[in-house]
């Protein structure tokens, strides 16, 4: 179930301080990578527990008692309600904190915050996810989407890529979508191993070999910036339009709700516009970044 009543969220937003966090608690640890680790959490509050829903694409701030607050998206996916999870990479202050938590932690969660994809919009198209390292992350969550309702889409193209073999997360779903007839998925590592059978090279030069046809399609992006940077101009040689690449940004939030101004690239707020935004939205804005 997915939010379609807006006044439900605000209902969510409105439960007095809007910083306060619910409570929470780590359910599962999973070690996706050597540095990279997804959570899987609940509400310590049963009636929160039944009543919670998002989008894929949406976020959280969590925060780890005692330490600080940071921005994750919502990995899980919302067809999928026995768990809610998130996926952290451990490079500051927060995630190293978060890497140390075990199950039964408790952490803090606000949210759902931002717009999620589009999920409606992409009915009836071919989908064309792009991803690199963790930015499967936010795309895993919409693939379970579009898996869980699979009559809604037509063709779907997986193309994920990671450093090395041993870089890439969420392989229980990498085995899942391989053996799914249903989608196509295309894994490569920039640099393979004695053991690694699939394909070597960079994201989007596999993008370009495989091709996916633009026609009634649209191509969901993200990955570190290089390879968005470079992942962009092959999806126009292919003939995707800006309007038919989504992508999702999600750096620099701090309070998740429009107020703070931390997360701002020219006039648009990352939290309160996005995360999620077509190219055409944000191909001015974000060209000395991506
Ligand atoms: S994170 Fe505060 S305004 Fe966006």
């Known amino acids: 179930m997915t939010i379609t009543d807006i006044s439900q969220r605000k209902r969510f937003l409105a439960q007095g301080n809007v910083y306060l966090p619910h409570i929470a608690v780590i359910e599962r640890i999973i070690d996706e990578t050597p540095g990279i680790r997804t959570f899987h ?3 310590k509050d049963e009636r929160l527990r039944g009543e919670f829903t ?3 694409g949406q976020f959280g701030e969590f925060s780890v008692f005692g330490v600080g607050e940071a921005p994750f998206c919502i990995s899980s996916s919302p067809t999928r ?5 998130f996926t952290v990479q451990r490079v500051g202050r927060v995630t190293n904190a978060l890497h140390r938590l075990a199950v039964g932690a408790e952490i803090g969660f606000r949210g759902p915050y931002g717009n999620g994809f589009p999920i409606n919009n992409l009915e009836g198209k071919n989908l064309v996810f792009v991803a690199g390292g963790i930015g499967l992350a936010p795309l895993r969550s919409l693939v379970w989407n579009v898996i869980d309702n699979r009559a809604k889409y037509r063709n779907v193209d997986i193309i994920y890529g990671a450093r090395s073999p041993a870089d890439l997360c969420f392989k229980y779903d990498l085995d899942s979508w391989q053996k799914d007839k249903t989608v ?9 191993d004695d053991k690694w059978k699939g394909k070597v090279g960079f994201v989007p030069q596999v993008l370009e070999g495989v091709a996916p046809s633009a026609d009634g ?12 940077r470079f992942t962009f101009p092959v999806l126009e ?14 750096k620099r939030m701090k309070c998740g709700i429009g107020k703070c101004g931390r997360c701002n690239i020219g006039n648009i707020y990352v939290c309160r516009d996005g995360p999620v935004f077509s190219y055409a ?10």
Do not use: R, W
């Open 184 to 192: 196509n998925l295309f894994t490569t590592v920039d640099k393979g």
């Open 81 to 85: 309600q026995d768990h809610l999870g």
């Open 237 to 250: 040689k292919l003939g995707f339009t800006p309007e038919q690449m989504l992508t999702t940004l999600e």
């Open 41 to 43: 959490f609940n509400f």
């Open 54 to 56: 998002f989008e894929s």
């Open 217 to 228: 399609a649209v191509a969901v992006v993200c990955g570190p910036p290089i390879m968005i």
């Open 281 to 290: 939205q944000i191909m001015n804005l974000v060209s000395s970044e991506y």
